[in-house]
């Protein structure tokens, strides 16, 4: 199946590498003109060798630049929120200072952007906004990821919060709820866990594989597209069984 988001504009934050990378890109395949942002300027812009219309610098937690920013950029057909970053530890090992930082990227940056975005989308009736969560927080705990779970979790209540009040006026919202996805982010995180890091965090695995980015925008894309226009205020979980109750 091709041109799935034909005529669609969408809007994707934290684009430069990893989930939102790769959804920028699975977007601009399937048709879509695709603003792809990110705070790193530079390797954002090079989203646009492959198909993606625009790029930008944008800082998510700075209220002012994003509002400034959907101004600039008019209305869309879809928002996928993709910005995050992954606290370790308990709740003793989080400061105030990461709780703050935790939960203004993680969650207050997607209700920047919604605010931000939404109006366009009720003027027009219709829109999809897609959030990247988390299995950890919405679904179980994972260990040390204490503020990390509470912040995925959030997001899964503000995404259904979004598709209940707006339900009735054409606007839908979902969460992807990744698990282990290989991204430059994780492959540092499994550095730090020593020089078997990657085996580690493969052997925690039932499939005895980590999950790609490509996997996730798949996703990314049928939420995006009007084939799941029957489909609000769900959270889908991509993690490789690691959820079910086979694991």
């Known amino acids: 199946m091709s041109n799935r988001l034909q005529g669609k504009r969408a809007f994707v934050t934290a684009g430069a590498v990893g989930i939102g990378r790769a959804c920028a890109l699975a977007f601009a395949r399937e048709g879509a003109t695709v603003i792809a942002t990110d705070l790193d300027e530079k390797t954002v812009a090079l989203l646009t060798r492959d198909g993606v219309a625009e790029t930008a610098k944008l800082d998510v937690r700075d209220t002012a630049a994003v509002e400034a920013m959907a101004k600039k950029v008019g209305d869309i057909d879809i928002l ?49 906004i897609v959030n990247i969560s988390s299995a950890a927080g919405v679904f179980k705990a994972a260990p040390n990821r204490y503020v990390y779970g509470a912040t995925k979790a959030a997001v899964a209540a503000l995404t259904r919060a979004v598709a209940v009040d707006y339900i009735t006026r054409g606007i839908r ?30 052997s925690r695995q039932p499939m005895g594989r980590l999950g790609t980015a490509d996997e996730i925008a798949a996703l990314a894309v049928y939420l995006a597209s009007d084939e799941s226009a029957f489909t609000t205020g769900q959270s889908f ?11």
Request: proline fraction near 4%; aromatic fraction near 8%; charge should be negative.
């Open 80 to 128: 996928l929120n993709a910005a995050g970053f992954v606290h370790h530890g308990t709740a003793l090992d989080c400061s105030d200072e990461d709780w703050d930082f935790s939960f203004d990227l993680n969650v207050k940056s997607m209700h920047r952007t919604i605010r931000a975005f939404l109006p366009g989308m009720l003027a027009r009736g219709h829109g999809s």
């Open 173 to 202: 919202c979902n969460a992807i709820c990744p698990g282990t996805i290989e991204t430059p982010s994780m492959l540092d995180r499994a550095a730090a866990a020593g020089p078997n890091g990657r085996e580690l965090f493969v």
């Open 237 to 247: 979980f991509v993690d490789g069984g690691c959820s079910s109750a086979l694991s």
